[in-house]
């Protein structure tokens, strides 16, 4: 369900540090209004049926202690689930952690997300080529937000491809102006 008529704005990302299971991370943190209840977008975010039409497929042993695939993107383990306020996960062995965080918006009808992916990767492989890990999560997070601001508007087109948005060209602005934001916080100096 969603409800009113805020318009749809890309995250100003920040980037921190923390000490996360695998030792100290760098911590690149999205943080967007969505028109809908918490509860929604906690189902948005935890339903494995509307995971698939935004982010990815994911499935697996969905509890606390459970293991999870996610297409293209590897498995993880859930460490913590709070309904509808907080989701823990630990990806790649530990090297990873994420953390949803949702939270009623400022405005009625509104909930804010905060999303943070601590990483203790220096880089990432893409296409051959390496990049750094922060960079990635830019061009990775701002297409999958968009997407699923499309899925609780309703106007995320049927035939959309959540595993294979990089190939979308109507993916592709958001992918760029992603990397771009991570990029000028990086040359900026916010990671030292």
Same mark, same amino acid.
């Not at 935890?46 to 202690?65: A, F, I, M, Q």
């Not at 997300?113 to 492989?125: I, K, V, W, Y």
């Given at each position: 369900?969603?409800? *009113?008529?805020?318009?749809?704005?890309?995250?100003?990302?920040?980037?921190?540090?923390?000490?996360?299971?695998?030792?100290?991370?760098?911590?690149?943190?999205?943080?967007?209004?969505?028109?809908?209840?918490?509860?929604?977008?906690?189902?948005? =975010?935890?339903?494995?049926?509307?995971?698939?039409?935004?982010?990815?497929?994911?499935?697996?042993?969905?509890?606390?202690?459970?293991?999870?695939?996610?297409?293209?993107?590897?498995?993880?383990?859930?460490?913590? =689930?709070?309904?509808?306020?907080? %989701?823990?996960?630990?990806?790649?062995?530990?090297?990873?952690?994420?953390?949803?965080?949702?939270?009623?918006?400022?405005?009625?009808?509104?909930?804010?997300? $905060?999303?943070?992916?601590?990483?203790?990767?220096?880089?990432? $492989?893409?296409?051959?080529?390496?990049?750094?890990?922060?960079? =990635?999560?830019?061009? *990775?997070?701002?297409?999958?937000?968009?997407? %699923?601001?499309?899925? %609780?508007?309703?106007?995320?087109?049927?035939?959309?491809?959540?595993?294979?948005?990089? %190939?979308?060209?109507?993916?592709?602005?958001?992918?760029?102006?992603?990397?771009?934001?991570?990029?000028?916080?990086?040359?900026?100096?916010?990671?030292?």
């Amino acid at each position: 369900m969603t409800t *009113g008529t805020i318009t749809y704005h890309e995250p100003d990302p920040e980037l921190r540090h923390r000490a996360i299971a695998a030792g100290e991370a760098r911590v690149a943190v999205f943080t967007r209004t969505y028109a809908t209840t918490v509860d929604d977008l906690w189902d948005a =975010c935890t339903n494995p049926e509307r995971l698939r039409r935004w982010y990815v497929p994911v499935s697996g042993d969905l509890r606390v202690g459970g293991t999870f695939q996610q297409v293209n993107m590897g498995s993880g383990t859930i460490r913590v =689930c709070d309904p509808p306020h907080l %989701l823990e996960l630990s990806l790649g062995g530990g090297a990873d952690e994420i953390e949803l965080r949702l939270s009623p918006g400022s405005e009625p009808g509104t909930t804010t997300l $905060e999303l943070q992916h601590a990483t203790t990767l220096d880089s990432h $492989e893409i296409g051959g080529q390496m990049y750094d890990a922060i960079f =990635c999560m830019g061009g *990775g997070y701002y297409p999958r937000l968009l997407a %699923l601001d499309l899925h %609780l508007r309703g106007t995320l087109p049927d035939d959309y491809d959540s595993a294979a948005f990089h %190939l979308n060209p109507d993916m592709r602005p958001a992918i760029d102006r992603g990397s771009a934001a991570m990029a000028a916080l990086l040359e900026a100096g916010a990671d030292d």
